[in-house]
T-cell receptor, first 117, second 114 residues
Framework: GAVVSQHPSRVICKSGTSVKIECRSLDFQATTMFWYRQFPKQSLMLMATSNEGSKATYEQGVEKDKFLINHASLTLSTLTVTSAHPEDSSFYIC?????????????FGPGTRFTVT | QQQVKQSPQSLIVQKGGISIINCAYENTAFDYFPWYQQFPGKGPALLIAIRPDVSEKKEGRFTISFNKSAKQFSLHIMDSQPGDSATYFC?????????????FGQGTILTVHP
């Protein structure tokens, strides 16, 4: 149980393009999903929190117009990186917290390796 | 105050030995303390977690020790195996308006030699 998938697992795009990453909870309903980015040999940095049916809450320093987050259903959240630049290259990871979780438990997706050339 | 400080940055252990990773926090509102294991190119996987109402939790070879007064918690891996070689992250979260938001430690790269 508690499986989270991400698609695509790897993406390479040119500067200026926009790319969408999907995060799905496969066997549970996720009221809240989180998006993180992780640079090589560094820890996970929270970018934003999304709740189903409402606007995402972004962490300080994260450009909401650049990283568009949509949480349209209890099993799907998407992150769109708009007008990508090489400095956006990173490992993007989502996590999900279930409806029935007592609190705190998050289950992570496998991550998306995002490279901008 | 939101920081979680993790040490050591890297750890080398012989097969069969005990691996110990420590974390310290300042925010007394934290009430959930998970440990995650991450292999290269993969997402973190929840290993074990503890809440402040207990001082120790054990699951198989993994044990969390929690010291509320010192605001510290640690992960012990007994009988460490080469397959345990990975990066380990401690984390913490609080209730209230920050409900569920995890603050991660800096990570520890564990290498277990055969």
């Amino acid at each position: 149980g508690a499986v989270v998938s991400q698609h695509p697992s790897r993406v390479i795009c040119k500067s200026g393009t926009s790319v969408k990453i999907e995060c799905r909870s496969l066997d549970f309903q996720a009221t809240t999903m989180f998006w993180y980015r992780q640079f090589p040999k560094q820890s996970l940095m929270l970018m934003a929190t999304s709740n189903e049916g409402s606007k995402a809450t972004y962490e300080q320093g994260v450009e909401k117009d650049k990283f568009l987050i949509n949480h349209a259903s209890l099993t799907l959240s998407t992150l769109t990186v708009t007008s990508a630049h090489p400095e956006d290259s990173s490992f993007y990871i989502c996590s999900a917290r279930g409806v029935r979780d007592r609190g705190g438990e998050q289950y992570f997706g496998p991550g998306t390796r995002f490279t901008v050339t | 105050q939101q920081q979680v400080k993790q040490s050591p940055q890297s750890l080398i252990v012989q097969k069969g030995g005990i691996s110990i990773i420590n974390c310290a926090y300042e925010n007394t509102a934290f009430d959930y303390f998970p440990w995650y294991q991450q292999f290269p190119g993969k997402g973190p996987a929840l290993l074990i977690a503890i809440r402040p109402d207990v001082s120790e939790k054990k699951e198989g070879r993994f044990t969390i020790s929690f010291n509320k007064s010192a605001k510290q918690f640690s992960l012990h891996i007994m009988d460490s195996q080469p397959g345990d070689s990975a990066t380990y992250f401690c984390a913490a979260s609080a209730g209230g308006t920050s409900y569920g938001k995890l603050t991660f430690g800096q990570g520890t790269i564990l290498t277990v030699h055969p």
